[in-house]
């Protein structure tokens, strides 16, 4: 039976401590866009059908199965606001797992190109004056690299958007290999619509200060580096050293969500990036992990995905947290009916 599309609020039993405390410690669903058989028990007990949003009554938050490189979709859950950051992590045009799926497909570039032509135009369109765009993205080695240095060119066309940095998040889990160097890297670009602010608090990591060295004058008097420095841990810079990748082991992990995004990025990007109360908004809602940070900080976000299964992991991963404090499901089943 189909669900209704209120809020649905339930209850799971916290994840244990250690692995000891259970014996099964593996994720519960396997790929969610590569599993058909799986997709169709799921897709009954969404709440949101293509063209839909839902709106939470709480903290005003938005979820809809919208297209990204629709205006009028964007138009329809954005309802004349703008945004004060746009947050995106689309799909890399790289075959992920030696899989080609829907959600994680390999395409022409060229039509790669115009997908990600088509939702950059909606991303201009909703940002504020003054705001930020983020966009995380990848290379496939075995084919030239791209499409990372053919979008980045295509960024070029947007007058409107200033390149500010290019962010590399070191994953301390990684693709092996025996004759290469280790896969363990994620890029994200960086722009900037306007002038607007940037909170440098959010930008110190927890990581201590221990090297002495770096001498310069300052009024006179040589000093050091941890003489100067407004904190005693090092600051992020652009390359990500401190931040996990997410796995089953972990609070936040989603079963069946390939490759999410570690909610510590995410909530620095909105720390840096935004105050109170402003409006985040991110096209590719997928785990929903940009949602939990906002609702977590305070920022109000409008996400959507133009899956319904993600649209609803998104919704119900907001309830979870809501009613048990958790992040995510580490390895238990987000949609529990499934296996009464």
């Known amino acids: 039976m189909k669900t209704t599309k209120q809020n649905i609020l339930f209850s ?6 250690t692995a000891r405390e259970q014996p099964t410690t593996t994720e519960r669903l396997p790929r969610l866009d590569l599993d058909l058989e799986l997709r169709a028990k799921i897709l009954p007990l969404c709440r949101l059908q293509y063209g839909e949003i839902w709106q939470d009554p709480i903290s005003g938050h938005r979820v809809g199965v919208l297209d990204a490189t629709k205006r009028a979709d964007v138009a329809k859950i954005m309802h004349g606001d703008r945004a004060r950051l746009v947050l995106n992590d689309p799909p890399y045009n790289v075959q992920v797992g030696n899989a080609n799926t829907a959600n994680l497909s390999k395409i022409d570039l060229d039509a790669y190109l115009k997908f990600s032509r088509a939702w950059i135009e909606n991303s201009v369109a909703v940002l504020d004056d003054d705001a930020h765009f983020y966009v995380w993205l990848g290379a496939d080695v075995s084919d030239n690299f791209q499409p990372l240095p053919d979008f980045m060119i295509l960024m070029r066309e947007f007058s409107e958007l200033r390149p500010r940095n290019f962010i590399t998040m070191r994953n301390q889990r990684g693709y092996g290999t025996q004759k290469n160097w280790m896969w363990v890297r994620q890029e994200l670009l960086y722009y900037v619509h306007g002038n607007p602010i940037f909170n440098i608090e959010a930008e110190y990591t927890d990581i201590p200060k221990i090297l002495r060295g770096y001498y310069k004058k300052v009024n006179g008097r040589v000093t050091e580096n941890l003489e ?16 996990q990748q997410v796995f089953y082991r972990m609070q936040e992990n989603v079963s069946g969500c390939y490759a999410q995004k570690p909610l510590k990025a995410i909530e620095r990007i909105l720390q840096a990036s935004t105050n109170l109360n402003e409006l985040v908004v991110d096209f590719f809602a997928h785990s929903g992990t940009t ?27 907001l309830e979870h947290f809501r009613a048990m404090g958790k992040t995510g499901w580490q390895w238990e089943n987000p949609f529990p009916e499934i296996e009464k």
């Open 12 to 17: 799971l039993p916290a994840a244990p401590e």
């Open 228 to 243: 100067r420095s407004k904190s005693e841990n090092i600051r992020a810079g652009n390359v990500w050293v401190d931040i």
């Open 291 to 317: 949602l939990i940070a906002g609702e977590r900080l305070g920022r109000r976000v409008y996400t959507f995905d133009l899956d319904p299964i993600f649209a609803e992991i998104t919704i119900r991963r």
